[in-house]
């Protein structure tokens, strides 16, 4: 019996970034030929445990587990394992395997840029912005500094053939800069100004988010007031790149790539194995899973990490 699919999502108090997830778990279940199930680490139903029990249910006890996250920070790398770790306890004979987080991939710089374009529509087939064009991308941001750094390398691989001296292919760009609505710097504030300085006169903010949410509306706020400063500025903001059939093949590549061979987390730069400067402390730390509000095991209890989410 070939492995279900396991979607493992964060979780979010947005009512309409739980629906979008539900979407795009039953637009996978329709071009797979095998089961699939979706649920969340925290914040919000259905749970981990539910999505699990559905499939051991089902006769499966093997499954493969991808989860639906855009960098290896702390919830890929420890988090959804030690939510996995506590489903093989519930479900004796279970076995899984584990999928890498969904970037850097080429499949999501084309779905960046179509964002980018739709949000520049009178560009879109010119050789270049009438006006400098700078984007901003924004990520989530994490503690932990691998994650950020991959939102950066996002950010320059994004500018590569998009630059102003690169191919003339739709809207050119003068830059592309990195920036966080949480838990790093720079902002969005911060972000944006560094464009205008740059001298942008037109600003891209380009989500570096999968579904809507709290903190992609918080992006979303942040740019409407710096707009509101800067009236001589053009500010616009892109959509997040949401349930699409491009994701979704990079979904199953996940998947079928998890079946396939021994994949292994980038660790040449993760902190809870290499003593990187300024986070001596957190090598061998214990990895623990999140405690979710629906599950049995959450009731009464924080979920450690040492921060709040609102996603």
Known sequence: MTPPLLVVGHGTRDEAGVAEFGAFVRRLAGRLPVEVAGGFIELSPPPLTDAVAELYAAGHRRVAAVPLMLVAAGHGKGDVPGAMARELVRHPGLSYVYGRPLGPHPVLLDLLDERLRAALPEAAGAPGPAEPTGV??????????????????????????????????????????????SLAGPDVPAGLERL??????????????????????????????????????????????????????????????????????????????????GFEGRVGAPQLPHHHPDDPAGHGHGHGHGHAHAH
Request: some cysteine.
């Open 196 to 277: 205008r300085r740059l001298g942008a006169r037109r600003i891209v903010v380009l989500p570096y988010f999968l579904f809507p949410g709290v903190l992609p509306d918080r992006v979303i706020a942040e740019t409407a007031a710096f707009s509101e400063d800067h009236p001589n500025l053009d500010v616009r903001s892109a959509a997040v790149i949401g349930d699409c059939d491009g994701l979704a093949d990079l979904v199953v590549e996940r998947y079928e790539e998890a079946l396939a061979g021994d994949i292994r987390m980038n660790c040449d730069t993760c902190v809870y194995r290499i003593a990187m400067p």
């Open 136 to 181: 901003l991308l924004v990520g989530r941001g994490s503690s932990d500094p691998d994650a950020n750094a991959e939102v950066h390398k996002v950010a320059r691989l994004f500018w590569e053939g998009r630059g102003a001296s690169g191919p003339e292919q739709g809207p050119g760009l003068m830059a592309v800069e990195p920036a966080f609505v």
